[in-house]
């Protein structure tokens, strides 16, 4: 079979049974979680391959024999001390240790945590412009600043110097708190600020926590917590972990990734004939995407799922931020050059170790060097692009109320040159490949221990600043810690469920982004495009493996080679 675009195909009426045999297998359901498209059924064309339940049941087993190993005890007994939480892990070759059950309660981790974590997307310069309007909401004052991080900087100085850094949780403010069994679920809206504080040399430096504050507005059982806060400053920073936790799960993962794609899925398949070279393009990074929501959808993100469960809002407060969320973004804001560019830290200069903005522009040029090339060859100027019908249905559909209803495809919602068709395609395959592995894969290592990172909190956070009768074992932080933190944490059942699923989530690795099955493409000319953007990826994991020798510590979520083509897992 040819490919070729629909103006220039001889045989259009075969495009036309084609894609209306398509449009019956591939119907928009709005009621699953509105106002999101979902498809009413998932095709039996979409469905996990053998190999994929393979490799499936290899981690279910894996799962399975170390926690029948483990000491897990009577599973209502509630664990006495922090380290209770390390022992749901055997090691290898079951499963391995965390890192963070070693570094969880350090203030490094938790900082580095911002830029190389589960979530790298939420933390944002404070310029001297937004300087006001945070401390409006977090009077954090230049005492502050100068005791925690021994500067002389004043917060203005600091910040138009590019030192300043927020991670705002607004979005979870008065989110309707769950419960679990007989405990009330917790979490909080919590700003943290973060200082970049430089060794003297360009490239050398650390983010340091100034401050957290727990919710939106300053009141007097408020405070703003430091270092200095004994036990607090360290509940604190778990209630931080809680919402990143959430911000993470609900939005930069499962929002932003699973099922803002959906509706690119299924244009696709409705508008775009099966010789069609962008349909031919895409469906690769689609594989599997539509079967692993629909198990999502019955079993995370249904009554008694574990979004229900394990997270701390009701599933309808969950859903609904998603939802909410999802709609009232633009699809190009979420383009990686223009999110870095809106949370103000593209520039390396001002903050210049963050290992997620700098892998990713690798990866993102990558893709758009081998698109641009892909696009170029049946695409000989602008007129093609709105020559294109099939392509411009598929526009249509993605905007519509009807269809997929993505707001912000463009600026002016058309695809009528080049730029803009290649702007549109590389974005998706960044999510599909790239940014769905960089909010994927980090789970387990950062959240299946769950004090780094808890699902939800489990008593009230804290009020005042003072722990008198706290005193930090320098020896033996844990234990000294444990009285006070362990009633905050997800009890025995919940961590083994938090274990289970973020496991589950990143078990195996089912292909390799840049590689395809040959059949995928059978046009020629495509192969030599094909080798140029593999040898392309594997200059960038040289680079990154580098890197890697150079940082505090190693990013690998990614490095090529362990990128996925699809969001399939």
């Known amino acids: 079979m040819t490919t070729l675009l629909p103006q220039n195909d001889p045989n259009p009426q075969r495009r036309q049974q084609f894609l209306q045999r398509q449009r019956y297998f591939y119907r928009y359901n709005f009621t699953y979680l509105p106002p999101l498209p979902f498809p009413d059924e998932v095709p039996d064309s979409e469905g996990f ?207 932003f990734t699973h099922l803002v794609i959906v509706p690119f899925i299924l244009a696709t398949a409705r508008q775009l004939a099966d010789n069609h070279p962008l349909g031919i393009l895409l469906r690769p990074h689609f594989q599997f995407t539509l079967a692993i929501n629909d198990l999502a959808r019955t079993q995370l993100i249904n009554p008694g799922g574990f979004i229900e469960k394990i997270l701390p809002g009701t599933l309808k407060a969950s859903l609904s931020l998603v939802g909410k969320s999802i709609e009232e973004s633009q699809f190009q804001d979420f383009a990686l050059p223009n999110q870095l560019k809106r949370r103000g830290v593209e520039d390396s200069n001002l903050l210049p170790d963050y290992p997620y903005r700098d892998d990713a522009y690798l990866l993102w040029s990558a893709i758009e060097k081998f698109v641009t090339s892909y696009v170029n060859l049946y695409y000989k100027n602008d007129g093609d692009v709105v020559k294109d019908y099939e392509l411009q249905e598929w526009v249509e559909e993605l905007t519509s109320p009807d269809g997929g209803r993505v707001k912000g495809l463009t600026d002016d919602g058309k695809i009528d040159n080049l730029e803009k068709l290649i702007a549109a395609i590389v974005q998706i395959i960044f999510i599909c490949g790239p940014q769905h592995a960089a909010v994927n894969y980090p789970q387990y290592d950062y959240g299946a221990f769950a004090p780094n990172i808890p699902a939800a909190g489990y008593a009230a956070p804290p009020t005042q600043k003072d722990n008198p009768d706290f005193h930090l074992d320098l020896s033996n932080p844990i234990k000294s810690l444990s009285p006070y933190l362990l009633k905050f944490l997800p009890p025995k059942e919940q961590a083994i469920s938090q274990l289970t699923i973020l496991y589950l989530l990143t078990s195996f690795q089912y292909n390799r982004l840049g590689y395809y099955d040959r059949r995928d493409f059978q046009d020629a000319k495509v192969q030599p495009l094909i080798t140029a953007f593999q040898q392309n990826l594997h200059i960038i994991e040289d680079r990154i493996n580098l890197r890697n020798t150079k940082r505090s510590q190693p990013y690998t979520f990614l490095k090529p080679s362990l990128i996925p083509n699809s969001i399939n897992l």
Request: net charge neutral; aromatic share 12%.
């Open 49 to 255: 391959s053998a190999k994929y339940y393979g490799e499936q049941f290899k981690g279910i087993t894996k799962l399975g024999l170390n926690l029948g190993a483990a000491k897990l005890d009577d599973l209502l007994d509630p664990f006495d001390n922090l380290d209770d939480y390390e022992k749901l892990f055997l090691g290898e070759p079951l499963l391995r240790k965390p890192f963070t059950s070693k570094t969880f309660l350090l203030d490094k981790e938790f900082a580095h945590q911002r830029i190389a974590g589960a979530n790298p997307l939420i933390i944002e310069r404070v310029d001297p412009a937004k300087l006001r309007d945070m401390l409006q909401k977090f009077p954090v004052t230049d005492a502050i600043l100068q005791q925690v991080v021994d500067t002389e900087e004043t917060l203005a100085s600091a910040a138009a110097k590019g030192q300043l850094y927020l991670t705002d949780y607004a979005l979870l403010e008065g989110m309707k708190l769950g419960s679990y069994k007989h405990w009330q679920k917790f979490v909080t809206a919590p700003l943290a600020l973060f200082y970049w504080q430089s060794t003297g040399f360009a490239d050398r430096g650390c983010l340091v926590p100034v401050a957290i504050q727990l919710y939106q507005k300053p009141r007097s059982d408020n405070p703003i917590f430091t270092r200095f806060d004994g036990a607090n400053w360290f509940i604190a920073k778990t209630f931080v972990q809680i919402a990143d936790g959430t911000y993470h799960e609900l939005l930069a993962h499962l929002g």
